[in-house]
């Protein structure tokens, strides 16, 4: 099944065309990319017997060479990927022995994932010798030769050699994604067999497949809204006819998911398939705000639903407190990653988590569309000054909520005095900004969790603990961050909108998410200031920034009016195998967590070091989860909070 991998189809073909490009090399004195030559025996004599594979991933051996006579060097790294940080030391390499014409020697491993700048200074540390900038390969083997170039300017050079030419890291994910692809091609051949009459009559009466097959394989096949009305809280319901349910929807949701699932087993080991240290966005940190945002279109349809069959707003109101409750408990208790700290107990009971921060935020929204709605609203009926506004006027109130709340949002983290930290800080401690408020990781965002929550209570190993060395725990989804994820399921909740008032006009529910994607577009241009780390706000994951949802509301936009168009306009896609995953959504999410550790999701493998070897056991669990998910289509089993 291609499953798994299609999900990841954009991520793939930027990581084809920007990492199957050799590095590049930047060097002080001219000279040109590191040539592979053998060393002179003068200088490498005996040191071959030093070398040795490096055992981990992500790394590669460097041998530094000293040729400076009665001169030690500090060797220095640091990472492309970390923002205003220190050198960190590495290690110090001998002076040569010139009476037996002899370099000083050192082995290091150096990390692959980014572009290291590698800093060599005397032995004093204050004068700089020499500094280049190089993407070492995975598992390559490479010697950096510093010499003196003239004795009477004391001129140093810094030549890099390649000695053993690193591994291709990427092309399990070539071959996977091609795999992949040759699956879908068989499956859509037979998809467009069965409209053939012989082939389809043939095949009905060699295998006499039960109608539910027949809905499935349909693109009409869906549950009907009175079977659907009660599931999970992400679970839309059109409209209270019973009409076509939307199928890009669940697709969207599935798709998401797929992406979730396929990120929390491990993405292959690969840096891009896991969350960005810091600023900016990875494939990983694009799933869970897609995830809130269709959930907010979930509720408006839903609700809706709801109220048009006539249940009181009272039973709604105590049906949304239920399932909100029984989210953040299963979020609390079954899904919780201090498991792994031992039996789980208050001493180290992780409070916030993702479903958490979902049954807070389905609440919030829910509760805030179900007590401000007007009837006739949905339906158009409402006069409104601006009828180009007619989608948005009638909700004003559920707006200054929402406004109010980023208000809020804005004042604590840019005003909130925080002690030993600069006030708006948004940097992740550590060894950035550099090494000045290392205790400052998430600015006024982690304090607040560690105020009122405790730092045993919230996650202990940010992403930030690799590149930036923080100390501090932080968690990405607590406090202060569940605010802007309530703006991004509110986003979701206005595209619900425009789905109930313009129902069935196909061109002007497009136009709307169109535009809806230029203007979160162009504030996130604004906010970021088009850049990574020199915006007003930088897109940042771990504090859910407002520019982060903005960006991913603009890209969930744009997504799911594609989908909107060729799984429910066009008809030209079912929306498998991404609409299975996608009808039973928590359950997926819970059994995947739970059952991470067993077999068949996971196995020991022969080499753990072996991007290839992750990528197929991650791979595998992911696509068991969308064949499980189908299965349970079939029989109609759905997972109801």
């Known amino acids: ?120 200074n005397g032995s004093g540390g204050d004068t700089e010798l020499c500094k280049l900038q190089y993407h070492f390969g995975e598992f390559g083997n490479y010697s950096l030769v510093v010499k003196t170039l003239s004795t009477s300017t004391k001129t140093v050079s810094c030549d890099l050699v390649i000695n053993e030419r690193p591994i291709n890291s990427y092309l399990p994910i070539l071959f996977a994604f091609l ?40 693109e009409l096949g869906s549950p009907n809204a009175a079977d659907s009305a009660s599931s999970d809280p992400s679970r839309p319901v059109w409209s209270a006819a019973p009409r076509q349910r939307l199928r890009s929807l669940d697709t969207f949701r599935g798709l998401s998911l797929v992406i979730m699932v396929f990120v929390n087993y491990g993405g292959g080991k690969y840096w891009f398939f896991k969350h960005e240290s810091w600023n900016g966005l990875t494939v990983a940190d694009l799933v869970f705000p897609w995830f809130v945002f269709i959930m907010g279109t979930s509720i408006s349809l839903s609700l809706s639903s709801m109220l048009r069959w006539g249940r009181s707003k009272q039973k709604v109101l105590g049906k949304i407190v239920w399932r909100s409750f029984l989210l953040i408990l299963l979020g609390i208790i079954v899904v919780n990653p201090n498991y792994c700290l031992g039996p789980l107990s208050w001493d180290n009971l992780r409070i916030p988590g993702v479903l958490q921060r979902l049954g807070f935020t389905y609440l919030v929204v829910a509760a805030l569309e179900l007590l401000f709605t007007k009837p006739g609203a949905e339906s158009g009926t409402l006069e409104t000054p601006c009828p180009a506004l007619q989608d948005i006027l009638p909700y004003w109130p559920q707006w200054i909520c929402i406004l109010t ?80 994820s309530i703006f991004m399921a509110f986003l979701g909740l206005q595209a619900g909108k425009i789905l109930l008032f313009y129902r069935d006009q196909h061109k002007q529910i497009l136009c709307r998410f169109v535009i809806w994607s230029i203007v979160m577009g162009m504030i996130s241009a604004i906010l970021t200031k088009c850049s990574k780390e020199e915006g007003f706000v930088p897109i940042n994951k771990n504090l859910w920034s407002i520019s982060y949802v903005t960006t991913t509301s603009c890209f969930a936009f744009i997504l799911l009016s594609l989908m909107y168009y060729l799984v429910d306009v066009k008809r030209l896609w079912s929306g498998a195998p991404f609409f299975y995953p996608g009808m039973n959504s928590i359950l997926v999410y819970i059994g995947h967590e739970v059952f991470e550790n067993y077999f068949p999701f996971k196995w020991k493998m022969q080499d753990t070091q072996s991007h290839a070897e992750h990528l197929t056991q991650n791979l595998t669990a992911t696509t068991l989860w969308v064949i499980i998910s189908y299965l349970l289509y079939r029989r109609r089993i759905f997972w109801k909070i």
């Open 1 to 120: 099944m291609a499953a798994a991998a299609a999900g990841l189809v954009a991520a793939v073909a930027v990581a084809l065309g920007g990492m199957l490009m050799a590095p590049g090399l930047t060097q002080p004195h001219g000279e040109g990319l590191p040539e592979e030559i053998e060393p002179e025996p003068r200088s490498r004599e005996g040191i071959a017997a030093e070398r040795r594979p490096p055992g981990r991933m992500d790394q590669a051996l460097l041998l530094v060479l000293n040729e400076l006579p009665e001169q030690g060097l500090r060797l220095a790294t640091l990472s492309g990927s970390c923002h205003q940080c220190l050198y960190q030391f590495l290690a110090f390499v001998p002076p040569s022995n010139g009476s037996l014409r002899a370099p000083g020697t050192v082995l290091v491993v150096v990390d692959t994932q980014h572009p290291l700048t590698l800093q060599l």
């Open 179 to 218: 795999v992949y692809m040759g699956l879908f091609a068989v499956l859509i051949v037979s998809h467009l067999s069965m409209k053939i009459n012989p082939v389809r009559n043939w095949v009905y009466k060699t295998l006499n497949p039960r109608e539910t097959d027949r809905l499935i394989n349909s």
């Open 405 to 484: 709340l980023e208000v809020i949002w804005l004042c604590l983290t840019f005003l909130l005095p925080v002690p030993g930290c600069p006030r708006g800080y948004l940097g992740p401690g550590g060894i950035g900004d550099f090494g000045n408020y290392p205790n400052c990781t998430g600015g006024a965002a982690g304090y607040i969790d560690r105020l009122l929550l405790g730092e045993k209570h919230i996650y202990q190993h940010p992403s930030a603990s690799v590149i930036y060395q923080t100390t501090m725990p932080y968690d990405p989804e607590g406090i202060l961050g569940t605010i802007n």
